[in-house]
């Protein structure tokens, strides 16, 4: 299937400070990428959507002030996660949307995930 | 979007044959069911997608009755590396998945 990536693995930060995610999609073209969080023993909750180009569509109670994403290509989209807390802390998986010749249709795949760790 | 309805959690010994049975009462005409596959940190990974009838590719199959209210994703002789959460999820094309509870799967020596 096709290949999502994302730097970095994982991350350590201090409590007020911003981080950065970065997400590939290595060898198709995504025409939408979604953003996900998942807390431990939970499933992932998705938090927003985004077409390449335009503004990403948050789901509800997502803020997207403190959650900044930006689609700059059909193989990249970042989230900042700005003036990060503790309760920030979680792990972040990026999807990439897109035809797929593996399935002859569009689908979704996921990125590796990113453990956000805010002290 | 349909809501899916899967067993929380299962059990089995390796070598068998393990089935998942997820039910979508109302899943619409233009639907997908796929089903992914997630390890302990790491993203979900795609297995398997299908409309109809039966699907099969090197890791699963899954079979769709004609009604389309349930599906079963069937791995063969399982491993103790197949001790994962796997999601049923059944969507259109074009609006983002949904993840449900999932079942978690527990492949034993």
């Known amino acids: 299937g096709a290949v999502v990536s994302q730097h970095p693995s994982r991350v350590i930060c201090k409590s007020g400070t911003s981080v950065k995610i970065e997400c590939r999609s290595l060898d198709f073209q995504a025409t939408t990428m979604f953003w996900y969080r998942q807390f431990p023993k939970q499933s992932l909750m998705l938090m927003a959507t985004s077409n390449e180009g335009s503004k990403a569509t948050y789901e509800q109670g997502v803020e997207k002030d403190k959650f900044l994403i930006n689609h700059a290509s059909l193989t990249l989209s970042t989230l900042t996660v700005t003036s990060a807390h503790p309760e920030d802390s979680s792990f972040y998986i990026c999807?990439?949307?897109?035809?797929?010749?593996?399935?002859?249709?569009?689908?979704?795949?996921f990125g590796p995930g990113t453990r956000l760790l805010v002290l | 979007l349909a809501k899916t309805t899967q067993p929380i959690s299962m059990d089995s010994y390796e070598g068998q044959e393990v089935n998942i049975t997820c039910s979508h009462n109302?899943?619409?005409?233009?639907?997908?069911i796929t089903w992914y596959q997630q390890f302990p940190s790491q993203g979900p990974r795609f297995i398997i997608q299908g409309y109809k009838t039966k699907v099969t590719n090197e890791v699963a199959s899954l079979f769709i009755p004609a009604d389309r209210k349930s599906s079963t994703l069937s791995l063969p002789r399982v491993s103790l590396s197949d001790t994962a959460v796997y999601y049923c999820l059944v969507v259109p094309g074009n609006t983002p998945l949904v993840f449900g509870k999932g079942t978690r799967l527990s492949v034993i020596a």
């Open positions: 999807s990439a949307r897109g035809y797929s010749r593996w399935t002859d249709k569009e689908t979704q795949y």
């Open positions: 109302n899943i619409a005409t233009n639907d997908y």
